[in-house]
């Protein structure tokens, strides 16, 4: 890896104006291209201490080996530069969307003598216009044949065509009336021109128009008592009719619209687009990336735009696009957008309406396309074998690790520590065997502790259940444990019957952890199979806790890795360096969908314990106190804090409160500690509990509001 400071440009080199940067690597490759507003200040940001830089950033600057950069006017020139950069070097860290299949679309050859009508694959061709794209090329198929009634344009090949020039007999589409037959002459050049241009317009949304033409035309002939041409009419007005009923209605007034939606979790991105046109849904498509550089949403739409619009002009860009986030700055954005089109374009984010609904259904789309995505890859046979046999040869195993477990310490600021356990088979989830724990061995924030805890638990109940069932001497490991509802909060899906035993709670375990029934032959389950690999998220002294607790339980036939967060590197015990798999290894997929299925678990768990704790009160410890006087209290006073202050009388004179009641609420609001006072992050004002500051007590201390905004919190959770 090279040293950033060795390429670093001398100070003053660098210009103070709009510009596009490129990173190359020792091999003067491009890795990485940008732009910004202030070449200086941008790239002076790379060249800062690497432990300030995001992993994946500071993973860049340390392959590169130099950095070059070119000067623009605007801001707009510097994005159109650095879309065709892209496009030109395909950068390995930049963001590069990938169609999840070759969308068809609608084609007029509007640049040939006789335009035909088509359908299109792959890049765009200059002069023809296209319409969709669509999800299948039968869908195509269908409106055109129904629209080839009112609009008889070519569809025919070259070839066909001048065949049927050769010797004077249209094809059959020309016989039975769905193609104005301009290979024999029965329609000129400029008229097929013509008719071509009015099938775009109605493709374009424009219908409104040649449904009152024909129905005006339908009236005629019926009034000059034509009512043959009024029934050919009436039958393309049907056709049309049909044709557009295709498309629902979304959007009122005619709109013309790109709605784009995004959902990502840390590794992927997925990008659905609906296109609407004249208020109807006229296509849908959608891109997955891998999220190989740090990046926002806004500049995953920005990279969505640019590989949208990147070759598109004119009608191609809608007035309207409608996004969940937008790029900043947004300014040059939609400065380059109104170039495109030649006209000015909105680019906003929808907040109320009908577009504010269509745009939720876009979101789902794009959710459903991300999981979608994700599962296609798991569930490969293929790909998964591939995979297991990856991470069997980089860590040296003897075989393929058919099941594997992954452990993830979660906590908030040292509170509320747990950790999760979850089980890959066969390269696939196994939700049945997952598991979750407290961490009771000692408080606060230490997450090899933890780990080190964590496994010592959970082997040592593998060891005891081998022991409690005569394994140790017929060496037979084929039970299963009992089946736990995925993120539903402990004791949910324990086995109907299951109490928590004297081991479980000595354990610290969840009350799904505990013995369950037993099989359909009479074995009972046990806690679970051994894995034949430990992954724990984190890096070297993460791994070497792990192997610790294994060492001191005797086990060593179990291997061990863990896969540090963002660097994507593998850490095996007692080794200095980190074994590094390339980045399209299914193996390496395989390991960051596993822990990243732990750290979901395990911080699903922590916010479910947290939220918990939040809403409890001192009255909780109140032995005998029910929901119904709790309630009854806190209505009398209005809150916990004027009820600490009342006296016994005073408390006595709740409906259902005896003196001794009276004297235990005391006695236990006396001993609790009060919150620290809440502030009103958005007006800086203290709040009382009349505002609505969480009671806390001494064992479980609250968050006060005044700890940050709810996504300020969330970024301090591990």
């Known amino acids: 890896m090279a040293d950033p400071s060795s390429y670093r440009p001398r100070p003053g080199e660098i210009p103070d104006s709009p510009g596009v940067y490129r990173?190359?690597?020792?091999?003067?490759?491009?890795?990485?291209?940008?732009?910004?507003?202030?070449?200086?200040?941008?790239?002076?940001?790379?060249?800062?201490?690497?432990?300030?830089?995001?992993?994946?950033?500071r993973t860049m600057v340390t392959t590169a080996a130099s950095v070059e950069w070119t000067?623009?006017?605007?801001?707009?020139?510097?994005l159109q530069l650095e879309y065709s950069w892209i496009k030109e070097y395909d950068p390995r860290f930049n963001v590069k969307y990938r169609d999840d299949k070759s969308y068809p679309y609608l084609a007029v050859t509007m640049n040939e003598e006789f335009p035909r009508v088509q359908v299109m694959r792959g890049h765009k061709k200059k002069g023809v216009r296209y319409f969709g794209p669509y999800g299948h090329a039968w869908a195509i198929r269908d409106t055109v044949d129904l629209l080839l009634r009112v609009f008889p344009v070519r569809t025919c090949s070259a070839g066909v065509f001048k065949n049927a020039a050769r010797t004077g007999r249209p094809c059959l589409l020309g016989y039975i009336g769905k193609c104005s037959a301009p290979c024999v002459e029965r329609i000129s050049a400029e008229d097929h021109q013509e008719l071509a241009e009015e099938f775009c317009d109605f493709m374009a949304g424009r219908t409104g128009t040649y449904l009152r033409r024909l129905e005006?035309?339908?009236?005629?002939?019926?009034?000059?008592?034509?009512?043959?041409?009024?029934?050919?009419?009436?039958?393309?007005?049907?056709?049309?009719?049909?044709?557009?009923?295709?498309?629902?209605?979304?959007?009122?007034?005619?709109?013309?619209?790109?709605?784009?939606?995004?959902?990502?979790?840390?590794?992927?991105?997925?990008?659905?687009?609906?296109?609407?046109?004249?208020?109807?849904?006229?296509?849908?498509?959608?891109?997955?990336?891998?999220?190989?550089?740090?990046?926002?949403?806004?500049?995953?739409?920005?990279?969505?735009?640019?590989?949208?619009?990147?070759?598109?002009?004119g009608d191609a860009v809608p007035k309207e696009v409608l996004v969940p986030a937008l790029p900043d700055p947004v300014e040059p954005v939609q400065q380059w957008l109104t170039d495109r089109r030649g006209s000015g374009v909105s680019l906003r984010i929808p907040q109320r309406g009908d577009k504010k609904a269509l745009m939720e259904t876009v979101q789902r789309n794009a959710q459903q396309a991300l999981v979608l995505h994700k599962t296609k890859?798991?569930?490969?046979?293929?790909?998964?074998?591939?995979?297991?046999?990856?991470?069997?040869?980089?860590?040296?195993?003897?075989?393929?690790?058919?099941?594997?477990?992954?452990?993830?310490?979660?906590?908030?600021?040292?509170?509320?520590?747990?950790?999760?356990?979850?089980?890959?088979?066969?390269?696939?989830?196994?939700?049945?065997?997952?598991?979750?724990?407290?961490?009771?061995?000692?408080?606060?924030?230490?997450?090899?502790?933890?780990?080190?805890?964590?496994?010592?638990?959970?082997?040592?109940?593998?060891?005891?259940?081998?022991?409690?069932?005569?394994?140790?001497?017929?060496?037979?490991?084929?039970?299963?444990?009992?089946?736990t509802t995925d993120g539903e909060p402990p004791g949910h899906g324990a086995a109907p019957g299951h109490h928590a035993t004297p081991s479980d709670a000595a354990d610290g375990l969840a009350l799904t952890d505990g013995p369950a029934l037993k099989d359909d032959d009479g074995r009972p389950k046990r806690f679970a199979y051994p894995p034949q690999l430990v992954v724990v998220d984190g890096g070297q002294p993460q791994v070497a806790a792990a192997q610790r607790a294994l060492d001191e339980l005797g086990i060593d036939d179990i291997a061990v890795c863990g896969l540090a967060k963002r660097l994507e590197e593998v850490w095996l015990p007692r080794e200095d360096d980190p074994v590094v798999l390339p980045r399209t290894s299914e193996g390496l997929y395989l390991l960051q969908r596993v822990r990243d299925e732990a750290h979901r678990f395990a911080i699903t768990y922590q916010r479910t314990k947290r939220a918990k704790r939040f809403r409890s009160s001192p009255l909780d410890e109140v032995p005998g106190l029910g929901e119904t006087r709790k309630q009854?209290?806190?209505?009398?006073?209005?809150?916990?804090?004027?009820?600490?202050?009342?006296?016994?009388?005073?408390?006595?004179?709740?409906?259902?409160?005896?003196?001794?009641?009276?004297?235990?609420?005391?006695?236990?609001?006396?001993?609790?500690?009060?919150?620290?006072?809440?502030?009103?992050?958005?007006?800086?004002?203290?709040?009382?509990?009349?505002?609505?500051?969480?009671?806390?007590t001494a064992d479980a201390p609250g968050e006060p509001v005044s700890a940050g905004t709810p996504d300020e919190r969330r970024g301090q959770e591990r």
Not at 71 to 78: F, K
Not at 256 to 281: C, M, N, P, S, T
Not at 288 to 303: C, M, N, Q, S
Not at 451 to 476: C, N, P, Q, S
Request: a negative charge; one cysteine or more; proline letters at 2%.
């Open 23 to 57: 990173f190359r690597d020792e091999h003067r490759r491009v890795i990485y291209v940008g732009k910004a507003k202030s070449l200086r200040q941008r790239l002076a940001n790379y060249f800062q201490d690497l432990a300030n830089l995001h992993p994946r950033t």
């Open 71 to 78: 000067v623009v006017s605007t801001e707009v020139e510097a």
């Open 216 to 313: 005006r035309k339908m009236g005629e002939a019926a009034e000059d008592m034509e009512y043959e041409r009024a029934a050919r009419l009436r039958d393309d007005i049907g056709a049309l009719r049909k044709a557009m009923e295709k498309s629902a209605v979304v959007l009122a007034d005619a709109t013309d619209a790109d709605l784009i939606a995004v959902a990502e979790d840390e590794l992927e991105a997925a990008v659905q687009i609906f296109h609407v046109r004249g208020g109807r849904v006229r296509g849908q498509r959608g891109w997955v990336t891998d999220k190989v550089e740090e990046i926002t949403t806004g500049a995953l739409v920005e990279h969505a735009l640019q590989q949208l619009y990147g070759e598109e002009s």
């Open 377 to 483: 890859r798991a569930s490969d046979l293929t790909t998964r074998s591939r995979a297991l046999e990856e991470i069997a040869d980089a860590l040296d195993l003897d075989s393929a690790p058919l099941r594997i477990e992954c452990y993830d310490i979660s906590h908030l600021q040292g509170d509320d520590v747990v950790a999760s356990m979850v089980v890959f088979e066969d390269g696939l989830a196994r939700k049945s065997e997952y598991r979750r724990f407290q961490i009771k061995g000692f408080r606060g924030q230490d997450d090899v502790r933890s780990m080190h805890e964590v496994i010592t638990r959970r082997f040592r109940r593998y060891l005891a259940e081998k022991e409690r069932t005569g394994e140790w001497a017929d060496g037979e490991d084929d039970g299963v444990t009992t089946a």
């Open 632 to 696: 009854a209290l806190i209505k009398h006073f209005g809150s916990v804090k004027k009820l600490r202050s009342a006296t016994i009388d005073q408390i006595c004179e709740v409906p259902g409160i005896g003196r001794k009641t009276a004297e235990t609420v005391a006695v236990a609001l006396a001993r609790a500690t009060p919150a620290a006072p809440a502030v009103n992050t958005a007006t800086g004002e203290i709040m009382d509990d009349e505002d609505g500051a969480p009671e806390t």
